[in-house]
């Protein structure tokens, strides 16, 4: 049976293509993405930004709003499942989240869930 759902890089790419029109409206201060470096085939890449510290779990986009900052962990919505490393890295924000209320993160399934999410810190 195939997976007719949006992929997490199609997903992806309308948020980013949503987040450059909040920044254009200043809605948005600064958005980046964390650049999917696990999936490098090369074992030479992986161990050079491990020694970089880029680390399996870093949420796929990191969002400054007027306020807030916002981590967003994305995956697809039928067959994503976050690892271990992205579950505890949501965690260990969100723990922070406690003590500094304008940093948090979020684990989403697809472009309207995360849609909803960044139009609320949008205000």
Partial sequence: MTNNTPTESQDQIKIVQYLEILERQWKVLWFTGSGNWQFQKSMAV???MKREWIRAGMPDLF???QSQIV???????KGGKP????IKAVESINKVWDKVWWVCAFITYWFEETKKIIDHYCK
Wanted: proline content about 0%; glycine content about 0%; aromatic content about 6%.
């Fill in 83 to 86: 690892t271990e490393e992205q």
């Fill in 71 to 77: 981590l967003i962990e994305l995956k697809r919505l």
């Fill in 46 to 48: 992986k161990m050079k």
């Fill in 63 to 65: 969002i400054v709003f």
